[in-house]
């Protein structure tokens, strides 16, 4: 040891103290301690056992390593105990990100073949469940598409969220659907000195439960080892005895551990024990799923969210792990790097003010083409580079030349291993290190990525991270970065800027843009665009009050129906007051604090402010009800088909391979040539490649069945490539990002751009203010509607009624109209034998127009049916007022119903056919019937029944016992 020589000289040896200790005693206790907690852990895991299934939610690190030490004791002395059958399933489950450091997934590979064999050893019915992000929700699809910016430590770090959180609540909730009869009990490796805060959080809201409490809460989450320390979780790894194997400590008490932990402890020994991964969607009382933490982890490599990945920059500079680690820490470093400085983002717009004229919000929000295009490059080297050292490595060790590795020379040479170290390291690399540890890219990401960037409008030429997948995977390489994180720059992120186009995007037709026209159009291609009927699914609840006759039709409490859609009858205010939320229409700003004062304020873009404004008051939200009914719709729309995901996640991306091998052999020097052509145009045209391209290629992958899509994603990709073609179209991706962030901070728009001005923040909220005037205006006129409503029904029943009815009539006055037509045209083709024509049923149009006009019919003619809405039947209902009432619904209902023979008897007389249904039909009578007005008769006379008593006149009769009724409680 090289101590400074004037430390020496000030040493007093007269004031030193010395204690001396046993140290054996200390580690006995130490031991002792140790194996009562491990022995607790274990007797109200058994105790959890007897009533519910456990399932261990582990990373195999040291925390929840001893959780599933503590679980299979208690299930193994379960069994043997008799208290449980030898089929009880002991299940484990953990996640596999892809993008774990290379060192943890040893460990994991190692751990699940000692769980293996230990199980299979002890007859032990494992379930082991490993979950894997989603396609869209792994790290590259998540930051190399730029949807996401860089989760660094002062950034939203929702990334151990989607990738680790999401994905165990996908395996947790298959477990459940899995064991449907029996609850499940998620056993944590959570302790209350594993950090500082959740410590605080641990004790403050879960006191140390027993087993016994936590069953009698019916809780169903348990931390069996919340009580140790690091010192005793150590203890019990290193005390451990796997089967035919050795524990790492000497030790009077028997601990059976499931494998060897010298790698894990080699794993742990340079590296800090702060800081975790989430393993589940489960945490305990007052516990938030939390982002990964501390400077010295060992987590994803890809890890931002300290400055320095200490235990990565360790390993980089260890022979041992150097071929592990190298590379990665460097591209990570370059993560870090550009993550914060706003010369690596893009100014490109995603967002569109929805509330004031569909104006363009520009902001520095995402990382920019060039970023992404490298990001991609890096990813795939890391991919490729990889494989190759493991199959160089398989190659060595296969051969018996295992030594000749670099890493395995160094453990031979190390002398503070002792033998038995030796040995079982080596053992653990030529085991498992000779596949590729880490993917963070692969050829469905790559296909993935193409896609992505050309719906989202992102500066990249087409099929690019294709293109730079398969030039690395040829050979092609760039160099790996080499950055002084000293230098690294936190820009401040600026205020966004409003751009206020000439053609809002509300008045823009998609239609015209032949690419987002043409998505999936072709039946034979995977995303498909199919035209058909609507069909509604009334509640068993809807049937009994709108079609009772199709009661019996109800299947567990719906009646789905081909040809209605719903349709309001009216709209009643003055009802009781419903409480809604305040509205928010205020801009979000988000603030910086340091030391009590606001050092930063931006404003964001995804706040309500930039929401369509409802025209409705709040009074009118609060206190008006609208009464649904419905209408036949017989017209074929445009709907997306499902494709259903067992996942808990509704938007879902799936790439299938054997389709892109199979079109790829042919398809792959095309794209590849439009690929360079591409670039060589943008480099001309703008002096650099990246320019955003078209939406072509998304449409392409859709539509060859490359990539397929859930219905919630087609859905969202069919607005978000509409917003990038208008985008496209005002020119806004014509420009490069140099372009933007000149048009940005001079706040000027290119001449070859449809954009008539650009504003600040704040000059574009006093802009929009004014707009917003005439909504205010709106709401104004809503509210006090409402109030003279309200005021009418208090004073004036009797009208406000009589409102209401010709509210009902003002909606539905043409679809009786229309109904009546349809009915008679129908019997006529469907007595001719005609049963469709230009794919509209007439069987389907006949049934649904009667029972729609059943319906209406029942609303306008039955006072009782018609004031059930707002009047209940223990309120007195006046005679003069309920016959007043049914006489106006009737003779509304008689008008429409009028105006529909008016139009049979155009059809007859052919005359006045500005009705463009009247010319399709009168062509289809004339081709199948000889004598049209005959047939016309006949099929009026056979509708007429069906409303008939819609004509009589109300007679108002009054009853003898009306003297006596006391007409100062009457309600008119």
Known sequence: MNIPAELLININTNELNVTSFDAESERKALHGRAYSLFRKAVDEIKIIKLSYLTTCATSFAKDSKVVVMSALQAHVELIKEGKIDNDTPFIVHSIDTGVENPLVVLNCLHSVRGLKKTCEALGVNLELNI??????????????????????????????????????????????????????????????????????????????????????????????????????????????????????????????????????????????????????????????????????????????????????????????????????????????????????????????DYSNGESICLQPNSPSGEVLSTMIWFLSMLTFDEQKRAQEFKTLVENGRAHEDITISEIQSDDSLSEEDKSELIEVYTSFATRPLIEPINLELAVYLSGIHARDGVALPKFHALMVYLAVQGGERIPYPNVDLDKMVESKIPDPIMAIPSVPFENYNPEFNSELSQLGFDREMNCQVQDTFVRTKFQERDVKRLLPEYLTQVNNGYL???????????????????????????????????????????????????????????????????VMGFAPHHIKEPVLEAIEFSSMSNERFEVDLNQYFEIMQFELPRLRKQWREEIKMNEELHGTMFIPSSTQAFNWLTETGILSLSRSAKLSSLRIMSRTNYFRSVGLHSLSNEQLVEMFHQRMAPKNTQIVSLMSMNEYRAFKAENLLEIRAKRSQSRQKVLKQQALRASDEATFQIELMNQMHANHGNYITESI????????????????????????????????????????????????????????????TEKNLEQV????????????????????????????????????????????????NKAVASVRTLTEDAKTKASISFSGNLASIDWSNLRL
């Open 131 to 352: 979950g894997k992000p989603p396609l869209a929700n792994q790290w590259a699809a998540l930051y190399a598409s730029g949807l996401k910016i860089l989760c660094n430590a002062k950034s939203n770090s929702d990334c151990s969220i989607i990738m680790k959180i999401d994905t165990a609540a996908i395996v947790e909730k298959s477990l459940q659907a899995k064991y449907p009869n029996q609850e499940i009990v998620t056993l944590l490796g959570s302790r209350h000195q594993e950090s500082a805060r959740r410590s605080a959080s641990v004790k403050k809201f879960t006191p140390s439960r027993t087993a016994e409490e936590l069953i009698d809460n019916e809780q169903l989450v348990f931390c069996p080892i919340q009580d140790m320390s690091d010192d005793e979780v150590w203890s019990l790894i290193k005390m451990a005895k796997p089967l035919g194997g050795r524990s790492m400590t000497q030790s009077q008490y028997d601990i059976m551990g499931y494998c060897s932990h010298t790698f894990l402890y080699h794993l742990y020994k340079d590296s800090s024990q702060k800081g975790s991964c989430p393993t589940t969607a489960k945490t305990t009382q007052g516990e938030s799923p939390g982002a990964c933490g501390g400077s010295a982890r060992t987590g994803c490599f890809v890890c931002l969210k300290s400055t320095r990945d200490k235990s990565g920059e360790a390993s980089a500079q260890m022979a041992r792990h150097r071929a592990y680690s190298l590379n990665s820490n460097k591209v990570r470093n370059w993560l870090q790097y550009v993550s914060s400085d706003i010369q690596y983002r893009s100014f490109l717009s995603k967002a569109i």
């Open 560 to 626: 789905s129906v081909q040809g209605l859609v719903p349709v309001p009858l009216f709209s009643i205010s003055g009802e009781a007051s419903r409480q809604r939320k305040s509205r928010k229409e205020r801009s979000e700003r988000r603030l910086l604090r340091r030391k009590g004062k606001i050092e930063r304020a931006t404003s964001r873009v995804n706040s309500y402010a930039f929401k369509a404004r409802p025209e409705t008051s709040v009074l009118e939200e609060s206190t008006s009800r609208t």
């Open 821 to 880: 037509l349809d009915i008679v045209v129908s019997e006529i083709l469907l007595s001719h034998g005609v049963k469709a024509f230009d794919e509209r049923r007439f069987d389907l149009l006949k049934e649904t127009s009667v029972a729609y006009l059943g319906m209406i019919k029942r609303h306008f003619t039955s006072s009782s049916v018609f004031s059930s809405y707002f009047r209940s039947d223990r309120e007195y209902r006046c005679p003069v």
């Open 889 to 936: 619904g009737r003779d509304l209902f008689a008008q429409s119903v009028e105006d529909g023979f008016e139009l049979v008897r155009q059809l007859g007389q052919k005359t006045n056919m500005c009705h463009s249904k009247l010319v399709v039909y009168r062509m289809l009578l004339e081709s199948n019937t000889a004598d049209i007005e005959t047939e016309l």
